[in-house]
DNA sequence: GTCTTTGGTAAGTATAAACTTACGGTAAGC
DNA sequence: GCTTACCGTAAGTTTATACTTACCAAAGAC
């Protein structure tokens, strides 16, 4: 649960959150991803690097270059994560209401 | 959608994270919260206002204190952001299985 | 072999943000 | 009325982190 909830750390920061949103496209390289981004490419490395030690992303080696792509089974983690509380959240609101209409308005 | 990528920036955050969990147990005050925090108050307020802003709690009046609770708009919303990229990465990741089996592993 | 391309990591800096104390404002108890 | 409890905000500090430049290693082109 602790370790699911790592990848909103990972995608709190906005270049990260577009990072990622750019490998949902399609897989790619990081000199391919930091030509698209107004940072440096070591900057990209390090960003890529936190999304891999969350899960979010995996890499392989494609000769000269190294390919990143999302991964499935971390983004799946973190939906599981937030229907736990999406269910926990809907169940209490419900409850609420018949409890007291008033009280949630 | 970058609204919406809003409340994963307000769930980076371990403190705000453990705060929101909380809530999604039941509704609470501010100083019942603060009370199971090593935090002040002030930073639990602090915490709160960043979780309200993203959607992802709602606050109401109770006499003399502030209730706040979990917003099942904002997490679902959030739910919905989050599979948009499953779906993405779900698709793209067996799209490459089917072309070379050997370039997923 | 040399030269170029690609990318990870180390070291240092600059910006952001999480936290504290101090204060003010509202509601309840008396 | 006065006092206490609850909470938000402002101001300042301290810690975290996103970023840069510099360096090194591995793979392809020649």
Redesign the pocket.
Known sequence: MTDRAEGL?AL??P??RAIFERLADRPR????LAREF??????V??????LKDAGLVV?RRA????IYQLDPDGVGALRAYLDQFWNRALAAFQAAVERDPKETQ
């Open positions: 750390a709190g920061d270049t990260r390289a990081v000199g391919e107004p940072v440096t490419r070591p900057a490395s390090q960003h890529l690097k936190v890499d000769g000269n270059r190294r």
